[in-house]
């Protein structure tokens, strides 16, 4: 499709959505999305959670993401429609962009999103328009694709540094080694920083490389930028739970946290010494966990988030004891660019826009440059990730609380080829989306399996060791306290059915799990399960894309009658669940 | 001429320093053979009668207790309590959930600054309560530690 014809699209759709009532949208003309007003006096943007898609790709919003406690009902935890009457005058391409709704057709109508080509036309054009501005990077842009894997990031350290980051801070970026890990932010042209990254006290005795010795960070705490004239600080929180979130083998000598006190000591410097316009905190804490520190810590003008790839159309401004703190969040995956523009009155900042753009390819032409880096790293291991396995009648896709269409590929792969009754398979935020009919290629695959510790395992595991897995998990996406989430969605199973009660209380949420035929799952006996991404020790399996990747290769075309989502209870009436495909009780 | 500034001890001289004191510093752990029982005791309600016996207990907004909100290993969770009130002759460790409640007592004297910092080992999530106990009165404050499995970051 060319350009002309998705306006063309475009229009239609407004004319559909106009005879149904929704007078608020209007059609965007072409250009206009991208044509700023000018406000303000400095211009900050910030991608985040790019998980290392250098070309465009498809992404599918969830229809399932739960809000529980104060959460319930609260952006990010409204889905489809329920976030469109939340926020009021979305365009159609807007609502593609933030919700599933109608995915497949809307998908094939505006096309794909991202790619760093496209974002660099569209960044190179952002700051083009006005006299001087920032580009920050949330982080989880160095893991996502067999590229960055197979270069231990080093491709995306050279695609960052082309379209021009000043600032980043990090997560998957930690699960390198790491001395892979400090090449890597060397050879990265802007800071990375991090102020709740410290030298654990044995690695202090024993003397490991650090930023300073004096107070342990690994890292600078932050950088002050000066933006047409205005002293920008930005401080960086890195994901607070990488130790038990991802394997601490990688990174032994760090500690992490999200180190609140030493936030407030951190801001409270940093605005007495450096005199700042601004004070901005770079975020991969998750938007729970940013929205619940913005409450409790004084003197940030803004939280910039990423980590729960949570697309966020408008800021969410939070009272603290300081005056205000505003908490946006940028999707992932290369589909947003979020952009801040700033005035300023005597005493720092005064007034603010923000906006958050999707990048649609079709309407940015590829950023020649960027693109011929792309190819380059690309052709030494196009054949392999050119290889199309198979083909599926459905949409494939990961992101929601509970098994994805792709979720339920990758735990069939495993109970088949591995020989397993059960499989579980990781709830995580990255992996693209897949349209009907459309070739699943070695690419898209490792899309969703990309990781520097992919090895299966099969063991016998007793029904008590497996409910408290999943008593574990739950409890770490729906605990009521955000400090005490990880971020993550929940554990993704085959071969075994449950109840999930998410407003129940730890070690109460799972019941009723059965095997298919009915049998109830017994505490004391043994069952045979396969999985993937121990985080503990190192596993001896196949890499799981070896596993699934055989298995599409046998199958060649997948259909899927049903997926094994669990039953969810008490989660009636909640705007974060719509359309589910499971049991509401 | 330069005149070079009097450098405070950094992080890792200071850590490198407190190993060598640790080592010195055994001996007082004898005097805490008296609370032998406590450190024995299984139930939470025992520590605290063996402790503080009919002392009352209050909550207090002058300790700092400093512990991660989750472990990043249950086998040496970082812990550190400091507190302001006056006449603290003591601060206790208590987390509700291990097989031995009390995990650690310090005696303070009157030259000692109530500023402490360990390791505990946690088997699973719990309450961890740090006391402080005075002449009259016994001073708490208490946090929620997660101990989970990890995996499914986003």
């Given at each position: 499709m060319d350009r002309r014809e998705f306006i063309g699209i475009l229009a239609k759709t407004w004319i559909a959505a106009t005879v149904s009532g929704c007078t608020t949208l209007r059609p965007v003309r072409e250009g206009e999305l991208y044509n700023l007003s000018p406000f303000g006096q400095s211009r900050i943007l910030h991608i985040t959670?790019?998980?290392?898609?250098?070309n465009p790709v498809y992404f599918r919003e969830p229809n399932v993401n739960l809000g529980v406690?104060?959460?319930?009902?609260?952006i990010p935890h409204r889905v489809g429609k329920n976030l469109l009457d939340a926020v009021p005058g979305m365009t159609p391409q807007d609502v593609h962009a933030l919700t599933y709704l109608d995915f497949s057709e809307a998908a094939e109508r505006y096309g794909r999103v991202g790619g760093f080509s496209h974002l660099s036309t569209l960044i190179q054009q952002l700051r083009g328009d006005v006299p001087d501005s920032l580009l920050l990077d949330g982080g989880?842009?160095?893991?996502?694709s067999g590229t960055a894997l197979w270069t231990r990031g080093q491709d995306m350290v050279g695609a960052c540094n082309l379209l021009g980051v000043d600032v980043m801070t990090g997560h998957?970026?930690?699960?390198?080694?790491e001395a892979e890990v400090l090449k890597n932010a060397a050879m990265f042209k802007g800071d990375f920083v991090a102020q709740n990254i410290k030298a654990t006290d044995d690695a202090l005795f024993e003397g490991i490389p650090m930023f300073n010795e004096d107070s342990g960070?690994?890292?600078?705490?932050y950088v002050i930028k000066v933006v047409n004239g205005r002293r920008i600080a930005v401080i960086g929180q890195a994901f607070p739970y990488t130790p038990i979130a991802n394997p601490q083998r990688f990174i032994p000598n760090w500690t992490f946290g999200i180190q609140e006190e030493d936030l407030q000591q951190l801001i409270n410097k940093v605005r007495g010494?450096?005199?700042?316009?601004a004070v901005i905190l770079l975020s991969h804490n998750g938007m729970d966990v940013d929205l619940k520190l913005a409450s409790r810590?004084?003197?940030?003008?803004?939280i910039m988030g990423g980590h729960t790839h949570d697309g966020v159309p408008i800021p969410v401004s939070v009272k603290n004891a300081g005056g205000v703190t505003v908490v946006t969040n940028a999707g992932s995956n290369g589909k947003f660019v979020s952009v801040l523009d700033l005035a300023f009155g005597q005493s720092g900042v005064s007034g603010y826009r923000y906006q958050l753009l999707p990048v649609f390819s079709n309407l940015l032409p590829a950023d020649p440059v960027m693109q011929s880096y792309i190819n380059d790293v690309r052709a030494p291991y196009a054949s392999i990730l050119d290889e199309e396995l198979g083909v599926a009648d459905t949409l494939l896709f990961r992101r929601g609380n509970f098994n994805g269409t792709f979720d339920q590929v990758i735990c069939s792969a495993l109970t088949e080829q591995l020989d397993a009754e059960i499989s579980l398979s990781p709830g995580f935020r990255w992996g693209t989306s897949v349209l009907p009919g459309e070739p699943i290629t070695m690419e898209r695959l490792l899309d969703q399996t990309c990781m520097t510790y992919p090895e299966t395992y099969v063991r016998d595991m007793s029904g008590a060791e497996l409910k408290m897995i999943m008593e574990s998990v739950a409890d770490n996406l729906?605990?009521?306290?955000?400090?005490?989430?990880?971020?993550g969605d929940m554990v993704r199973t085959g071969g075994m059915s449950y109840t999930c009660?998410?407003?129940?209380t730890m070690g109460k949420r799972i019941t009723d799990m059965r095997l298919p035929n009915g049998e109830l799952i017994m505490d004391t006996k043994n069952y045979k399960v396969a999985g993937w991404a121990t985080v503990g020790s190192q596993s001896t399996g196949p890499a799981v894309w070896d596993v699934v990747a055989d298995h599409l290769r046998d199958r060649k075309t997948i259909h899927l009658?049903?997926?094994?989502?669990p039953r969810l209870?008490?989660?009636?009436?909640?705007?974060?669940?719509?359309?589910?495909p499971g049991e509401l009780i | 001429m330069q005149i070079q500034a009097i450098r405070q001890p950094s992080r890792r001289r200071f850590i490198q320093g407190l190993m060598s004191i640790i080592a010195l510093s055994a001996?007082?752990?004898?005097?805490?053979?008296?609370?032998t029982k406590a450190f024995q005791a299984t139930k939470l309600e025992t520590v605290k009668a063996e402790l503080f016996g009919d002392l009352p207990i209050v909550d207090s907004s002058d300790i700092s207790l400093d512990i991660p909100?989750?472990?990043?290993?249950g086998a040496v969770v970082p812990v550190s309590v400091s507190t302001t009130i006056e006449g603290a002759e003591a601060i206790h460790v208590v987390i509700?959930?291990?097989?031995?409640?009390?995990s650690a007592s310090f005696k303070l004297t009157e030259?000692?600054?109530?500023d402490i910092s360990m390791r505990v080992k946690m088997g699973k999530s719990s309450m961890v309560t740090a006391y402080i106990k005075t002449p009259t009165t016994i001073y708490k404050t208490s946090r929620e530690v997660k101990v989970t499995i990890g995996g499914c970051g986003g």
């Open positions: 959670d790019t998980h290392a898609q250098l406690g104060s959460a319930f009902g609260q989880d842009t160095w893991q996502g998957w970026e930690f699960t390198y080694e960070h690994i890292f600078p705490p010494v450096e005199r700042p316009d810590v004084q003197g940030l003008d803004f729906f605990n009521i306290d955000p400090y005490y989430q990880q971020g009660e998410p407003g129940a009658d049903k997926i094994d989502t209870k008490g989660v009636k009436g909640n705007p974060g669940v719509a359309d589910y | 001996l007082p752990f004898q005097l805490l053979a008296r609370s909100d989750i472990a990043e290993n509700e959930q291990n097989p031995n409640p009390l030259f000692s600054v109530a």
